[in-house]
T-cell receptor, first 116, second 115 residues
């Protein structure tokens, strides 16, 4: 089975531009998580979905960030407008719930974003 | 309060020795899971081992074992017979079953295995 698929793997853009990161979760998984990783702040949970519905978006840093999950096989994380401090690796991960023991997260390879 | 605390930012271990990476957690949820992930320099996140809150036995997976002390709320990872390929960042994580399955990660421990 294919794992979690993220695109693009690398994105370099200029400040003020819109950035869209994409994620295809593992088929059958009902949870999808977006994380951001930086040296300074470590792994931060931005938002997660259950059955395509956002459950907790308290980690989304500002209104410039938005995430959608229009169906069970696709999610996007959008940053508009982007700023240099948004430079990070963005991970998407999917899973079954804890009841689907062990309920571990399966991570994509990450999207490395650089905002100049 | 931090949900997951990893107090060792970095550690060194000699090749072939065992090493323990510390993790404490904070939850009032009776149903939770504890996880360890490895992140090598290449960046991918690799799931290593899982311990459920109701599990009576400590989890083991090959050279990895989880020292689960429920009363102390600790879930230390033990790596036996360290190898050079074990050099990586290690993250402890917790998932709360009653809290909408939210997933919490610690700040990580950077392990360096010396030849």
């Amino acid at each position: 089975d294919a794992g979690v698929i993220q695109s693009p793997r690398h994105e370099v853009t200029e400040m003020g531009q819109e950035v869209t990161l994409r994620c295809k979760p593992i088929s059958g998984h009902d949870y999808l998580f977006w994380y951001r990783q930086t040296m300074m702040r470590g792994l931060e949970l931005l938002i997660y979905f259950n059955n395509n519905v956002p459950i907790d978006d308290s980690g989304m840093p500002e209104d410039r960030f938005s995430a959608k999950m229009p169906n069970a096989s696709f999610s996007t994380l959008k940053i508009q407008p982007s700023e240099p401090r948004d430079s990070a690796v963005y991970f998407c991960a999917s899973s079954l719930g804890l009841a689907g023991s062990p309920g571990e997260l399966f991570f994509g390879e990450g999207s490395r974003l650089t905002v100049l | 309060a931090q949900k997951i605390t990893q107090t060792q930012p970095g550690m060194f271990v000699q090749e072939k020795e065992a090493v323990t990476l510390d993790c404490t957690y904070d939850t009032s949820d009776p149903s939770y899971g504890l996880f360890w992930y490895k992140q090598p320099s290449s960046g991918e996140m690799i799931f290593l081992i899982y311990q459920g809150s109701y599990d009576q036995q400590n989890a083991t997976e090959g050279r990895y074992s989880l020292n689960f002390q429920k009363a102390r709320k600790s879930a230390n990872l033990v790596i036996s017979a360290s190898q050079l390929g074990d050099s990586a960042m290690y993250f402890c994580a917790m998932r709360e079953g009653s809290n909408f399955n939210k997933f919490y990660f610690g700040s990580g421990t950077k392990l360096n295995v010396k030849p």
